[in-house]
């Protein structure tokens, strides 16, 4: 598809749990962001990388956070000993990177629960 | 953290009418760009708005951007049922990433 597509789009585990959540960017598209969006809230940044590095995790909430984006296109966010706090949607965006912000594609996201 | 306020949170009008909905956000900015959700589903860019730019159009949208005040209008004109959708502003960070930084947003009813 043309578009950012996120598997899976639910996700239900049990507290304590890891789980691992996929991007897959729109083709050639550089930039790749992730976003926490809590019910009823807007989204809030995680993490993002242009290419394969990791320019910015400074929303990550805490050390059980880890994304990568190994060969710079597909990206998986991992949550380590999940807890319930950690349950919202993930989003995924990319964008390609001109001079200046540019908009951003999301995919639909990953509803995760945690139980 | 979120960068600022949409106002109202909520908004319920009728097909044909206009609606309004106001950003405001705290820290300077290069850009300002105003999103769309539909429940359940991902963002969808609308507008995008530079920070030497005081209005914009896009078919029925129309966006203003006031920097001295650090608030930004979104107006839909001649609202449709499908315009039902969260509304969303979102600044970029000057520091130099390009993360973008969301508003609570504005929840849209539009009933036809």
């Known amino acids: 598809g043309a578009g950012v597509s996120q598997s899976p789009r639910y996700k239900v585990a049990k507290r304590g749990q890891d789980v691992a959540l996929r991007c897959d960017p729109i083709?050639?598209?550089?930039?790749l962001f992730w976003y926490q969006q809590a019910l009823g809230q807007g989204p809030e940044f995680l993490t993002y990388?242009?290419?394969?590095?990791?320019?910015?995790k400074s929303g990550l909430p805490s050390d059980r956070f880890f994304a990568e984006r190994p060969e710079g296109s597909v990206s998986t966010l991992k949550i380590q000993r999940t807890q319930q706090e950690d349950s919202a949607v993930y989003l995924c965006?990319?964008?390609?990177?001109?001079?200046?912000?540019?908009?951003?594609?999301f995919g639909d996201g990953t509803r995760l629960s945690i139980l | 953290s979120q960068q600022g306020e949409e106002d109202p949170q909520a908004l319920s009008i009728q097909e044909g009418e206009n609606a309004t909905m106001n950003c405001s956000y705290k820290?300077?900015?290069?850009?300002l760009q105003w999103y769309r959700q539909n429940s359940g589903r991902g963002l969808v860019h609308l507008i995008l708005?530079?920070?030497?730019?005081r209005e914009k159009h896009s078919g029925r949208l129309r966006v203003t951007l006031d920097t001295s005040k650090k608030s930004s209008s979104l107006l839909i004109t001649a609202s449709r049922a499908a315009d039902t959708a969260s509304y969303f502003c979102?600044?970029?960070?000057?520091?130099?990433?390009?993360?973008?930084?969301f508003g609570k947003g504005t929840k849209l009813t539009v009933n036809p």
């Open positions: 820290t300077s900015i290069n850009n």
């Open positions: 990388f242009q290419n394969e590095a990791q320019l910015d």
């Open positions: 965006a990319s964008s390609p990177r001109r001079v200046g912000n540019q908009p951003q594609h």
């Open positions: 979102a600044t970029d960070d000057k520091g130099g990433s390009e993360k973008l930084v």
């Open positions: 083709s050639g598209h550089v930039s």
């Open positions: 708005i530079r920070s030497n730019e």
